[in-house]
């Protein structure tokens, strides 16, 4: 891959990217730096990335980096983030229907929480999935019914409470 390539690349998929990041991530710092260190193996890789998958092979390196940078915060976040979820439940019904969801979201595990990002929010097919993940097409597709199957049941937790 040629600079003229490196650069076009970056230009076309850092928005995407950075979007991927930030709803998964939830945090402009880490979405950031996870985006800028994608870039930065993309340029080391360079020799060894075809132009044609580096879409695919960003998304999937953005993927890993943001599984570990997950684990090493640790689960007790994850935990505080359930227990603000069910203590709140109340205040989550002052919450415009798009912030509800996304909270939803956030408490999903993280493969699950990827593939609905990349399905419902940045409209990626199911190969395509499949290839930044990689999965099959099957898997794909029961992990997008789980969290989905999640999701419903959170929202329908919450419409119970009114």
Known sequence: MR????????????????????RFLRNEEDAKDIVQDVFEKLWMHRKKVEPARAKSWMFTTAHNSM????????????????????????????????????????????????????RDLQGYSYKDIGEILELSDAQVKVYLFRARNKIKKQLKGMIELV
């Open 3 to 22: 600079r003229q390539e490196y650069n076009r690349i970056v230009r076309e998929q850092s928005g995407n990217l950075y979007g991927y990041a930030i």
């Open 67 to 118: 599984i570990n940078l997950s684990n090493r915060k640790g689960r007790i976040q994850l935990r505080d983030q359930i227990q603000e979820i069910e203590s709140s439940r109340s205040e989550a019904l002052l919450f415009e229907s798009n912030q509800v969801v996304e909270r939803a979201i956030s408490i999903l595990p993280p493969i699950q929480r990827s593939v609905i990002l990349l």
